[in-house]
């Protein structure tokens, strides 16, 4: 029973035959991958395809000898089953019949009890058992990368993924499917002017490969991206650029990828710069931002995706450079940070959806160190936000001063603000949470110029600090990019503006970090 792995092919009885795009320090990992097959004496009832996405990047940090094969499921106990390459045979776990079957990868250079440690990590989608041998068997797709390294996403021809223009301030929404859509953005052209882009594209990170979808309905730059209940994105404000300058934008688009449709709806205000945030139940708060001539955007509204109504929200927010995001299961939606335009805000403020609109609930909290354009992001699970970065002006971040600090958010009934880890001082960084609760920043800018610092924040445990950890940058510093944490734990950094004080360049390139597992 033969497997095709990108490229590779292999059979249980025959050899490896070498595709294209290869880099050679994964031939021995790839040979050993390509000796999957789930023929054989035993009933494991799904079958596996794995996929080696290892374009154009550097050798892998040693050859693999073993690959790990862990079943998990919430009605099971784990099952797990290590495969000596030289087999030829993968024995995958036997699990019991049932839903919501995740399968992990891991290549080892040893066995664990030997010393042996990972060098290749990836993570299927759930997937069913049947509960009957006669049934269909399931294949299931895993995509499996390098840990520790920037690896570009390799398509079922070998090519490197990339994306299919250039574009930076634009969003990256996961969606039901785990694929990713990058829509909108800005670019540089040769002449040093910035244009704004209309196209969207969806991302596949288990095929490497990259699709048009529809054109928006019209170009928007530092705009947000909110996934509704059902799957669908909100995309909403931002800005275009013209011959007569910027102007913000009051229109909004909800996408329905799947079926490939969209309806427009209109704002009560124009605004770019803006931040928003999805509700329980399934209702999004719009709150600051840039308006027409510059000014600072007071008036927060809301929109209902159950009805598609635009809600009128009395409560002012003039702010920009906040951040929001809905805490305590979605009941509440936390607004940190920022500024009114002449200072900065400390106030932390909670808003819920109640009475047919989101109202201010909550005493709230107060920044030690009040900022703008830092990033947020649950820190541990989702009973504490961190507010990382940023920078200690009201206005721009030229000639400001850039906090090499965070700060911890517990957004319970008695919100609390504490000091959270030192980090590498820039604004306008990206943070993701991981799903082990350990955050991965990257990028931003310092001055004129983009930072290429990258840093994982890792819980302390028992009451212990929380450590950081800086890690190798990618090849070309970044600002204006997007980060999203792919289904298998990985993240995608997408485009991005890299400037270097006198130059300045739109990155079209998709890049997978996938971190070394905690245990």
């Not at 490197?160 to 499917?177: K, Q």
């Not at 048009?212 to 799957?231: C, E, K, Q, Y």
């Amino acid at each position: 029973m033969g497997r095709s792995i990108n490229g590779w092919t292999s059979s249980a009885r025959g050899g490896i035959a070498k595709g294209r795009g290869r880099s050679p320090g994964w031939k021995a990992g790839v040979a050993a991958l390509g000796l999957l097959s789930a023929c054989g004496p035993w009933e494991a009832h799904y079958e596996v395809n794995l996929l080696s996405q290892i374009c154009a990047t550097r050798p892998a940090p040693g050859r693999t000898r073993y690959l790990r094969f862990r079943v998990t499921a919430p009605d099971m106990e784990p099952v797990e089953r290590y495969v000596p390459v030289e087999q030829g045979t993968a024995e995958l776990p036997i699990v019991p019949p049932g839903k919501g079957r995740v399968l992990e990868v891991r290549g080892y250079t040893d066995l664990p009890r030997a010393g042996g440690r990972v060098v290749a990590l990836g993570r299927s989608r759930a997937f069913e058992v049947p509960a009957s041998a006669g049934d269909a068997r399931p294949t299931v797709s895993v995509a499996i990368r390098q840990v520790d390294t920037y690896t570009y996403p390799s398509t079922a021809q070998g090519e490197c993924g990339s994306l299919a223009e250039p574009r930076a301030a634009h969003t990256a929404t996961l969606l039901e499917d785990g694929r990713v859509l990058l829509a909108g953005g800005y670019r540089t052209g040769s002449d040093g002017m910035d244009s704004t882009v209309s196209s969207a594209e969806l991302f596949d990170p288990m095929t490497g490969t990259v699709t048009p979808v529809p054109a928006l309905d019209s170009a928007r730059a530092f705009h947000t991206a909110t996934r509704l209940p059902g799957g669908k994105v909100l995309l909403a404000g931002g800005e275009v650029r013209t011959v007569e300058g910027v102007l913000p934008m009051r229109s909004a688009r909800v996408l329905d990828v799947a079926q490939g449709t969209s309806t427009e709806v209109e704002l009560a205000v124009a605004r770019s710069h803006h931040a928003a945030a999805v509700d329980a139940g399934g209702r999004v708060l719009f709150v600051g931002g840039v308006g027409a001539g510059g000014e600072v955007v007071a008036r927060a509204e809301g929109y209902d995706s159950a009805t598609g109504q635009v809600l009128s929200v009395s409560t002012p927010v003039p702010r920009v450079g906040m951040a929001a995001m809905p805490v305590q299961d979605g009941r509440r939606i936390a607004v940190v940070g920022g500024s009114d335009g002449a200072e900065l805000r400390p106030e932390v403020l909670f808003f819920s959806f109640e009475g047919g609109s989101f109202v201010p609930v909550g005493e709230g909290a107060r920044l030690r160190e009040p900022r703008r354009d830092a990033a947020l992001v649950p820190f541990g699970g989702p009973e504490r936000l961190l507010y990382v970065g940023g920078h200690a002006s009201p206005g721009g971040v030229e000639d400001a001063r850039l906090l090499a600090s965070s700060e911890l958010v517990s957004p319970d009934a008695a919100a609390q603000v504490s000091p959270g880890p030192q980090v590498f001082a820039r604004s306008g960084l990206c943070a993701v949470a991981l799903p082990d609760g350990r955050v991965m920043t990257l990028g931003g800018v310092r001055g004129p110029m983009s930072d290429p610092h990258v840093e994982l924040l890792v819980p302390g445990r028992d009451g212990a600090a929380p450590a950081l950890l800086g890690l190798t940058p990618p090849a070309k510093p970044r600002h204006h990019h997007s980060c999203t944490v792919l289904e298998d734990g990985s993240v995608l950094i997408a485009g991005g503006q890299s400037a270097d004080g006198s130059e300045r360049t739109t990155l079209d390139d998709l890049l997978v970090y996938t971190p070394v597992p905690l245990d």
